[in-house]
């Protein structure tokens, strides 16, 4: 699913680049930043259903299921609404938050507006998602994504072909999205056959228990936004939109190398919570070691390759008034690799009881990220904005999160290397 997915971002990228042109595509990839940032509206629920779904899986408990089920869609229906009127709220006080040019204002509105609406019907349907996640039948969302990506691109092809804007584009593969969601609703029941919600099922208990690790969710989720999310905020809010184009397509190569090795840790991680609850901590150090060196194998020949050949592999794909997006692409490969190499540590900490700690520690990154980029971007640019990101995400990882992870699960340091 993430190979299509990149594939399709790759072939679509220059294909909107140059229908568009750089400020309006810089817009689209400015306002799609600032929605993304909207995920953490759901307070961590989403994190932790899927832990409690996986949980009560492995203890057959399906009444506890439906009635932690039950519970989240009603709460994640609220947060719809929420979501869209802060998305309104934004779109109003858009040209006073980013350096947009005037004639660019209301293009950015009906964006925003459009995309909320997504957003706020996205929200009490992800539950159906963490079902498919938490009884680990990847295969049927995976599927759901693919054609849903197909559609979105073919959609994305006539739209522009067809000569018109940026308002039509996102309003026309928005609806395409929304209308996709009825498949990953029915994914849900074929891996849960059992699956009933129902207001009634709604207990006060539940959200209690799902709120308390909910909460460590909610703040690892906006630190995650912030380490990895907020570069284009911050070069919106102190360059042009143009920057934002530039930066953009380094940042898509790293994004598409970090989902393609990425895979293995999302689907390890309800056998994490699934070992820990039944108390096997081999399995858990089996995980740690095997998912470590698994993740690297597969991100180091990409990620290199890809730093190796930025500087020839953009100039071909995008032309060379992107050369400035060289330096800062191969910047942000590193941090993907950093990254990668923190996985499996992340993993077992955010599993296996550790969510604290981790918490803790993915803020406090995130704060130095977003201090250091902006004032790195003053002198440097976006080289400034990418070593912002690179430097307290190695640090954080090889000071804190790897040791613990190692501790939590009884191996020495050296042993997942």
Not at 40 to 47: A, E, I, P, T
Not at 50 to 73: G, K, M, P
Not at 173 to 198: D, E, K, Q
Request: glycine letters at 8%; aromatic letters at 10%; charged letters at 10%.
């Amino acid at each position: 699913m993430i190979l299509v997915d990149g594939i399709i971002g790759l072939m679509m990228l220059p294909f909107n680049v140059s229908h568009l042109g750089r400020s309006a595509y810089g817009l689209w990839a400015l306002t799609t930043s600032v929605t993304w940032y909207f995920g953490v509206l759901d307070l961590g629920y989403g994190s932790a259903l899927v832990r409690f779904i996986a949980q009560y899986r492995a203890w057959r408990d399906r009444t506890a299921l439906n009635e932690i089920l039950s519970t989240i869609s009603l709460v994640f229906a609220g947060l719809g609404i929420l979501c869209f009127i802060v998305t309104a709220l934004i779109a109003s006080r858009i040209d006073l938050l980013f350096n947009i040019e005037p004639d660019q204002v209301r293009t950015a509105r009906y964006v925003l507006l459009v995309i909320g609406v997504y957003l706020s019907v996205r929200f009490p349907l992800s539950v159906f998602g963490a079902v498919v996640y938490g009884f680990q039948r990847y295969y049927l969302n995976n599927a759901a994504s693919i054609c849903t990506s197909v559609i979105v691109a073919v959609v994305n092809l006539g739209v522009l072909s067809a000569g018109h804007g940026l308002v039509t584009l996102v309003a026309s593969i928005t609806a395409v999205r929304i209308l996709s969601l009825g498949l990953f609703a029915w994914n849900a029941y074929r891996a849960f056959p059992g699956l009933h919600l129902r207001p009634r099922l709604f207990r006060r208990a539940r959200l209690r228990e799902v709120t308390g690790f909910s909460v460590y969710m909610f703040v690892l989720d906006w630190a995650a936004k912030l380490n990895y999310s907020s570069d284009t905020i911050v070069i919106g809010a102190m360059l042009d939109t143009t920057a934002v184009a530039v930066y953009t397509v380094g940042l898509r190569l790293s994004q598409l190398a970090q989902q393609l090795t990425n895979q293995l840790n999302d689907a390890l991680f309800p056998n994490v919570v699934d070992s820990d609850a039944v108390q096997r901590q081999d399995r858990l150090q089996m995980i740690m070691v095997q998912g470590t060196k698994l993740s690297l194998a597969l991100a180091a020949p990409l990620c290199l390759g890809l730093i190796a050949l930025a500087d020839s592999l953009i100039n071909s794909w995008v032309g060379p008034k992107f050369s400035g997006s060289v330096l800062p692409a191969q910047i942000l490969l590193t941090v993907v690799l950093v990254r990668i190499s923190s996985s499996g540590a992340n993993l077992i900490m955010k599993g296996a009881g550790q969510h604290r700690l981790l918490t803790y520690t993915n803020i406090t990154t995130a704060a130095v990220n977003v201090s250091l980029s902006i004032v790195l971007a003053r002198s440097l640019g976006l080289v400034g904005v990418a070593l912002g990101t690179l430097i307290p995400v190695t640090a954080s990882f090889a000071l804190v999160l790897y040791p613990a992870a190692c501790r939590r699960v009884g191996l020495p340091v050296s042993a997942p290397c």
